[in-house]
């Protein structure tokens, strides 16, 4: 199906015999029944029918449809926020006794639900391993392994992982394997085609891209979506309203602009970046030399522009200087807005967050300004770094 038919037109016929250009709407809780059958009959599959917007509802079942097509799987859920999705789709793949791999340093909050709060509450144990090399998930297989879990590029060092080996292998072995895309969106990789299980997603970051929403999304076969949709989704509730699944129908009409310019524009920056004289080493996963260049290539149409650099410079005095007088590149959390930002990792003060990263280094998450003005104030308080 075509990208832009499935961003701008894909199932929006849900006007109800009007004809709006944009969906309406279903800012409703609950839909009526005219007859007691009809109702009955509802009741019998909650899965298929509009009844309470905790299960269904047509605006954010526009976007589950989206979804669904983009990723080139059955089905998909919308979550209140990519946490909801991830936290619901990995807490529906395993139960108290099992064994999870997951490839080290994913998102924070998913390495605190498996290594903190969530998991040793419920007698789940978790072995995070470098996913670099296939070989190391392979050897911490154990025999109650019920899941693999996958970030690529993962979050802060963009890390990858063949998809392809690692879809085989867990097959081999009937475990069930989730990856988080966010990074990527499905407009550059697609990892249901390589083998992965189920997709999980922010939407607050590049699907929405106007960091006005906070969302989540989970894509798969019917039969795993079925699972998490009668379990963990809606007895955990954790569903996004009928506003904000608009806000996102909306910000995926311009998803392939925005990342068609994101994309370049990230690679001029690190071009520049890269000749500049104050960087020690960059993070990307299409840097040339990069260890997972290849893989990334392979399995990725484009990078998108998120990236990190480590500095020649230990100061962080200068770092602060740097980072508090860049104009363009504001200095925020999350990534994927259209406004570009940064992230000092000397701001982390809580113990083990982020631990594995120097204090030398910047997260950059390019926006939808030109390259010359980010490049222009790059350049123009360098001089604090040097
Ligand atoms: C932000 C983020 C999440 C969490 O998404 P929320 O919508 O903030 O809950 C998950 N994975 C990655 C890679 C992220 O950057």
């Not at 839909?31 to 009809?38: A, Q």
């Not at 690679?267 to 993070?283: M, N, T």
């Not at 910047?362 to 001089?383: C, P």
Request: net charge negative.
């Amino acid at each position: 199906m075509d990208l832009s038919f499935i961003l701008n037109n894909l199932g929006e016929d849900i006007g109800n015999g009007s004809s709006p250009v944009t969906p309406p709407i279903y800012q409703t809780s609950n839909f009526y029944f005219k007859t007691v059958e009809d109702f009955r009959q509802a009741i019998l599959s909650e899965r298929d029918h509009l009844i309470y917007t905790r299960g269904n509802n047509p605006t954010i079942d526009l976007l589950r449809i989206k979804m669904a097509a983009l990723e080139g799987a059955e089905d998909a859920l919308v979550f209140a926020s990519g946490m909801a999705a991830i936290s619901s789709a990995i807490l529906a793949m395993v139960k108290t006794g099992d064994h999870v791999i997951s490839v080290q340093h994913p998102y924070s909050w998913t390495d605190t639900l498996m290594n903190s709060n969530i998991f040793p509450k419920f007698g789940i144990e978790a072995t995070m391993v470098d996913g670099t090399d296939a070989r190391n998930i392979e050897q911490a297989i154990k025999p109650n392994t019920s899941l693999i879990y996958l970030e690529s590029p993962n979050s802060w060092t963009f890390d990858v992982q063949n998809l392809g080996e690692i879809g085989v292998l867990a097959k081999k072995h009937g475990i069930i394997t989730i990856i988080d895309n966010s990074y990527s969106t499905p407009l550059y990789q697609q990892p249901l085609k390589n083998g992965i299980d189920l997709v999980v997603h922010t939407a607050s970051k590049y699907l929405g891209g106007h960091s006005d929403v906070v969302a989540g999304i989970c894509c798969g076969s019917r039969e795993l979506i079925d699972k998490i949709f009668h379990n963990e989704f809606c007895t955990l509730g954790g569903i996004i309203s009928p506003f904000n699944a608009w806000l996102l129908l909306r910000g995926l009409r311009t998803l392939q602009v925005r990342m068609e310019h994101i994309s370049r524009t990230a690679g001029e920056v690190i071009a520049f970046l890269q000749d500049c004289g104050i960087v020690e080493k960059i993070f990307y996963p299409f840097l040339e030399g990069n260890p997972g260049m290849q893989t990334a290539k392979n399995q990725m149409t484009k990078a998108s522009g998120l990236f990190s650099i480590v500095l020649k410079t230990r100061s962080t005095a200068a770092i602060e200087e740097f980072c508090n007088s860049l104009t363009y590149w504001r200095m925020a959390v999350s990534w994927g807005g259209f406004e570009s930002l940064i992230i000092p990792s000397c701001t982390f003060v809580r113990p083990g967050l982020y631990s594995n990263l120097p204090d030398n280094m910047i997260r950059f998450s390019v926006g939808l300004e030109t390259a010359d003005a980010l490049i222009g104030d790059l350049e123009k308080n360098l001089h604090l770094l040097r």
